[in-house]
T-cell receptor, first 111, second 116 residues
Framework: SQQGEEDPQALSIQEGENATMNCSYK?????LQWYRQNSGRGLVHLIL?????REKHSGRLRVTLDTSKKSSSLLITASRAADTASYFC???????????FGTGTQLKVEL | DAEITQSPRHKITETGRQVTLACHQT?????MFWYRQDLGHGLRLIHY???????NKGEVSDGYSVSRSNTEDLPLTLESAASSQTSVYFC???????????????FGPGTRLLVL
């Protein structure tokens, strides 16, 4: 079963607007990562937030983590057409290096 | 530059045939992973390896096998292809840094497999 579920499944916004995607998970985690996938390509790592962190920034990306609610959000500010992609959260639990991916949010940024 | 490659990029096969998908990385990473991606399911882990001669089953391992004879390669074999194995397959690798789960995974471009 999937550890992470993204919401919404699809999101369409205008260039310049902010995009917010949410991820909920089921069990305790060590950290949570966000990945991006352009159409027909492999996933690319965006940002990692540890379980003891509440917020992290990287350029136009802002990630929050609420372990009490078992949820995370990814905010992309001032979106661009080039941000059009699918975004996945992935959780690391227990030992080892495995990640469990969510089902993804498809973001479309229109000019 | 280091990279991770997959071959073939597209494959059409028939039910019952054995198929092997190749994955090669030049990052010198210890950890390698195979996922399948299907609509509505995201990425699901098939098999993974933490080093040479180490292999482990993932969430959806039935009908698949892997072997790790060197650091660079983790081929995925479908023993007897089924239509349910039609999917996009991604290989990934990550470095072992001793921090559980903090390693970034680097993904290959994927292989589209159609089983008729």
């Amino acid at each position: 079963s999937q550890q992470g579920e993204e919401d919404p499944q699809a999101l369409s916004i205008q260039e310049g607007e902010n995009a917010t995607m949410n991820c909920s998970y089921k069990t305790s985690i060590n950290n949570l990562q966000w990945y991006r996938q352009n159409s027909g390509r492999g996933l690319v790592h965006l940002i990692l937030i540890r379980s003891n962190e509440r917020e992290k920034h990287s350029g136009r990306l802002r990630v929050t983590l609420d372990t009490s609610k078992k949820s995370s959000s990814l905010l992309i500010t001032a979106s661009r057409a080039a941000d059009t992609a699918s975004y996945f959260c992935a959780t690391a639990t227990g030992g080892g290096n495995k990640l469990t991916f969510g089902t993804g949010t498809q973001l479309k940024v229109e000019l | 530059d280091a990279e991770i490659t997959q071959s073939p990029r597209h494959k059409i096969t028939e039910t019952g045939r054995q198929v092997t998908l190749a994955c090669h990385q030049t990052w010198n990473h210890n950890n390698m992973f195979w996922y399948r991606q299907d609509l509505g399911h995201g990425l699901r882990l098939i098999h993974y390896s933490y080093g040479v001669h180490d292999t482990n089953k993932g969430e959806v391992s039935d009908g698949y096998s892997v072997s790790r004879s060197n650091t660079e390669d983790l081929p995925l074999t479908l023993e007897s292809a089924a239509s349910s194995q039609t999917s996009v397959y991604f290989c990934a690798s990550s470095e072992s840094r001793g921090l559980a789960g903090e390693e970034t995974q680097y993904f290959g471009p994927g292989t589209r497999l159609l089983v008729l």
